[in-house]
């Protein structure tokens, strides 16, 4: 007997004997990708294509007596079930892993969030302990705590444009460190019994001093553990051992970093907004300690987000005396911490750029490209946009030359306006979030999708829908069209140029003095001071 059920946007399948595991939502929670086809997957994971056919072409050849398609279709159709297998074979171990530690039965485990799986831990433990667990909240009192809020992280304002010699500080497991170091937990906050000598906060609460909080003991054993691991991991020759170790690291550090965050989870059973932000506010006293630190050590900082810190050291080109300061500066502050904090030396980066808040790009000492925030990371860019603006950030990081990047960016829009650009560059990959008939303004994806229906597709909340915005219509919403039914050349060219590829690089571009006109190839705009 097979019973489906709702697990958020996907069904599971409850067979009896039979753990039905989906690698769809393991593969949401593991990677960062602009789709989630089985092809995607598995070209970021094994860094190779899997066989692929159009979807559009498979009914033809099977309804054909094309041996040479049929025999395609076939290896295509064994292809699926294969790397399906490959790929539930690199990701299952953490997942079996993360069972093992929380007690959850595969089938819950794969499909939990972070607070699910740190108040999976802490029930278990608090059975052990012989502790009372907290009632699940009401639905009506989830909904309370969803709209309550509180002072988050500090983000320092990144100093605009192009830094050489960039130092990385970051805390080792910032909140988990803090956690541990006041004793925050929902049992010690504001307590009776130390009104005087306790663990003081910038918020108006503080922490007791004479007994250990449950969950700062449950974190400070997690902790513990994955240092034992660590060590063993470091001692150990052979591979399959390694590799079974980096796991049990890997899935006790997932569950350390999560716990800040299940305070704050509306249906935790442990929840304690006062807990969430105390840490917050202790983190954002940490950050600004480590700017005025390493500011009085002749270091300047350029960005900051959270539990890292980039500098530079204006004047000194030498890497390896900026990197010698770094060092003891790093020996300093971490005599100054609490036992469980500790600033570590992250990475060095010969350039970088800053645009916004979480919006920036280094080229690490190999040439490898790091991009935060910027239209590289999101779905629903084509890949035109992301690999112009890829270009562009690799010409003036890796390459030290603007102009180059400017005329790249023309000749991207020259291509565009030609026709000469592919539609797989051209793909639009945007997800449904609810169901079709509730969206009030639907917007291109969900019109095109709705025509592609018409025509024997099934569309359903949680699928992505890869489109591209065509010639024909008035409004973009009414020129998108599933790919699968777009020739080659019909695309919006205008719209490609001035809603994807100069989006993605202006704000970069602009920093360093170009225009949009410019950009469009209409010539260098004149300012009155530039007569």
Known sequence: VIKLERRGMNLGARVRGRPHIDMYPICRQVFNLSRYQLEDIYLEIFGRKKLDIDVGEMAKVWNSEDIDGLKKLFEYSLSDAVS????????????????????????????????????????????EMNILAPNKPSDRLAEERQRTSYTGAYVVEP?????????????????????ISYNIDPSTIDCECCPEDNYKTPTQHYFCKKKKGFIPRILSELVTKRIEIKKKLREEKDPEKRRLLDVEQHAIKLLANSAYGYYAFARARWYSKGCAESIAALGREYIHKTIREVENFGFKVVYGDTDSVYVIKPKEVDKEKIIDDANSFLKKINEELPEAMELEFEGFYPRGIFITKKRYALMDEKGILIVKGLETRRRDWSNIAKETQNKVLNAILHEKNPEKAAEIVKGVVKRIRKGDVALRDLAINTQITKGLGEYVQPGPHILAAKKAMKRGYEFKRGDIVTYVVTKKGVSISDKARIIDFVEEGDYDAE??????????????????????DELKGFGKQMRLGSF
């Open 84 to 127: 399906t297998l490959e790929i539930a074979m690199t990701l299952l171990p953490l997942q079996y892993e993360l069972s093992r530690i929380t007690r959850d039965l595969i089938y819950e485990s794969s499909r939990s969030g972070s607070g699910q799986r740190v108040e999976s831990l802490l029930m278990r433990k608090a059975h």
């Open 495 to 516: 719209y490609y140029i001035n809603n994807q590829v100069l989006p993605a690089v202006l704000r970069i571009l602009e920093a360093l003095g170009y225009s949009e």
């Open 159 to 179: 100093i605009k444009g192009i830094h050489d010699n960039i130092v990385l500080f970051d805390f080792r497991s910032l909140y988990p460190s803090i956690l």
